[in-house]
Nanobody
Framework: QVQLVESGGGLVQDGGSLKLSCKAS????????MGWYRQAPGKQRELVAR???????TYTDSVKGRFTISRDNAKNTVYLQMNNLKPEDTAVYYC??????????WGQGTQVTVSS
């Protein structure tokens, strides 16, 4: 069973930065597609960024140029560097590990709050 543990959330002012971390149990992050999702109150969970096993990254339009997803295989950790944060980025951020249609795992989530 894969476990994902997020950390790094918190309260930050408009324009500030945060770096989220997602540590996985086991050596999976170079094999699985790793993603960051977020869910704001009253809204559906949405995909924010993904990094594929080959290293390709994708971002939702609203975070392009501000967020960067990366990984450290040796530490089994995926990161989400978030710069120029805006109040609309406020949400619970979840780490996800997916392997096609075979398996998907979720972390417990970490709260990010951006004050205006």
């Amino acid at each position: 069973q894969v476990q994902l543990v997020e950390s790094g959330g918190g309260l930050v002012q408009d324009g500030g930065s945060l770096k989220l971390s997602c540590k996985a149990s086991g050596n999976i992050i170079s094999i699985y597609t790793m993603g960051w999702y977020r869910q704001a109150p009253g809204k559906q969970r949405e995909l924010v960024a993904r990094i594929f096993p080959g290293g390709t990254t994708t971002y939702t339009d609203s975070v392009k140029g501000r967020f960067t997803i990366s990984r450290d295989n040796a530490k089994n950790t995926v990161y989400l560097q978030m710069n120029n944060l805006k109040p609309e980025d406020t949400a619970v951020y979840y780490c996800n590990a997916g392997l096609g249609n075979t398996a998907t795992y979720w972390g417990q989530g970490t709260q990010v709050t951006v004050s205006s």
